[in-house]
């Protein structure tokens, strides 16, 4: 009997894996904890799972660590999901040198409080150089945000003679967004049951597979990520094609 990762197919992974880490909140309340007891509890996960994707050979994985929605939560915990963040970035930048790992982030990092902004400048020029695996943090992040800020641009390059409005495409477009360059996801898992996008990448997953599991962020191992792959490859994916069409191309 083949275990979970044996039975993913390492020719057909998905380039770019994109996760909504949910639950954390709800997990710590089931153990009577603080909500803040569940982030903390989610870093483990984080460096499950990005593990497991630098070892199989995923290029991308963007990870949905804060929206620009969750700075409406109560004071206390944004406070606390902030300086978890600028603790877990300065505690694991060692291992993401160690593993070839480099560091990206995508969204309003100038809202971000400056010490944390300071530490993910520092991290992500520490290691730049690193070819494994990009892991992507949206923070501060809305894709509502980032198609607005987008557009914005290139008005003012239209105004400025730059570029003619005939001249605006796609290609055009996905250069202005925060993710220029890297290749849409093709999967994206969503934890703790909800099924919902939540402003999310809403451009970039416009032909995503889409995984939703009940487990809970902080209980999110490996072997959860393995059965998204694999469900992932179990799907045929048409792009607006038949099935007999993708079957048999030409
Ligand atoms: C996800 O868990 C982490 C962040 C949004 C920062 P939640 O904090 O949303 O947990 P629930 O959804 O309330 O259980
Ligand atoms: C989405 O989770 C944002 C992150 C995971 C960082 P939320 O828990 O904030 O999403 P909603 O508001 O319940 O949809
Ligand atoms: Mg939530």
Sequence with gaps: MKSVKEQIDLNRLPKHIAVIMDGNGRWAKSKGASRIFGHQNGVKSVKETVEACAEIGVEYLTLYAFSTENWNRPAEEVQALMEL??????????????????LLAIGDIKSLPAKCQEQLASAMKETSK????????????????EIMNAIKQIAQDAKDGKLAPEQINEVIFENHLSTAGMPH???????????RISNFLLWQLAYAEFYFTDVMWPDFRREDLYKAIISYQQRERRFGKTGEQVKQPN
């Excluded at 300065?90 to 790992?101: M, Q, R, W």
């Excluded at 690193?130 to 945000?145: G, M």
């Excluded at 996801?185 to 099924?195: F, K």
Aim: hydrophobic share 35%; charged share 20%; net charge positive.
């Design 85 to 102: 963040l600028i603790k877990t970035i300065f505690d694991e930048t060692p291992t993401l040198n160690k593993n070839n790992i480099r």
């Design 185 to 195: 996801p093709e999967l994206m898992i969503r934890t703790s049951g909800e099924h």
């Design 130 to 145: 690193n070819t494994r695996l990009s892991l992507v943090l949206a923070l501060s992040y809305s894709s509502k945000w």
